[in-house]
């Protein structure tokens, strides 16, 4: 099987249509999706941190922390037609790597397998 196309998500219309779908807590981040009609085979990724996380130097090393295991991950367990949104909490910049792509593989497996049950677009 060929992996997806990975498109990112950038304009807050997109994000807050990821919002209304499902979600997935772990300790180092959350991981929201929904499948989007427009998207076709390609899978959309957003990346987010807010101020809870820290200041702006750790809020960026969380995000890119979250972009190169995304970028690891979403080609094997992405769903095609599937956007994602990768949330930081506080641990995201901090924890270790292996446990980080363990809860983000958790939650996208999750996540593939509530679609894969008939979840509808959400």
Known sequence: MDTPDII???T???FVFVRGGRSEHRKSLVVQARRN???GDEVGEGFTAT???GNAVVRNRAKRRLRAAAQQL???CGQPGVDYVFIARK???TIG???LLDDMESALISLANQFSAGA???
Do not use: F, Y
Request: net charge positive; hydrophobic share 35%; glycine share 4%.
């Open 12 to 14: 807050r219309p997109q």
């Open 74 to 76: 979403l080609p094997a």
């Open 37 to 39: 009609r427009h998207r």
């Open 120 to 122: 509808g677009n959400a």
């Open 97 to 99: 790597w292996a446990r």
């Open 91 to 93: 641990d995201t910049a």
């Open 8 to 10: 990112r998500l950038k």
């Open 51 to 53: 101020k809870k996380v």
